[in-house]
């Protein structure tokens, strides 16, 4: 799976059904408010955490992982600091 993952990555290849996937999910690489620049940041992040746990095999256990989550939610939950 991260063989594949990587492949497509590198051919710089478009995968709809997977973009379509994000899409209905919400995610946008557009955030003009805080609340979004906040929700688009804990996404992304949740995405790297479950790919180097699930992909990379980054060895947590269930505490850890219930953890980043946490901070996850709580990301999600603060407002980010001004530019």
Request: no cysteine; aromatic share 10%.
């Amino acid at each position: 799976m991260a063989s594949l993952v990587a492949t497509l990555g590198a051919s710089g290849t478009r995968v709809d059904r997977v973009v379509d996937w994000y899409e209905s999910r919400g995610l946008s690489t557009v955030a003009e408010s805080p609340e979004q620049k906040r929700l688009r940041a804990a996404f992304l992040a949740a995405e790297g955490a479950f790919f180097v746990r699930y992909l990379v095999g980054l060895p947590m256990s269930d505490e850890v992982w219930q953890d980043i989550f946490s901070d996850l939610g709580q990301l999600a939950a603060t407002t980010l600091p001004s530019r």
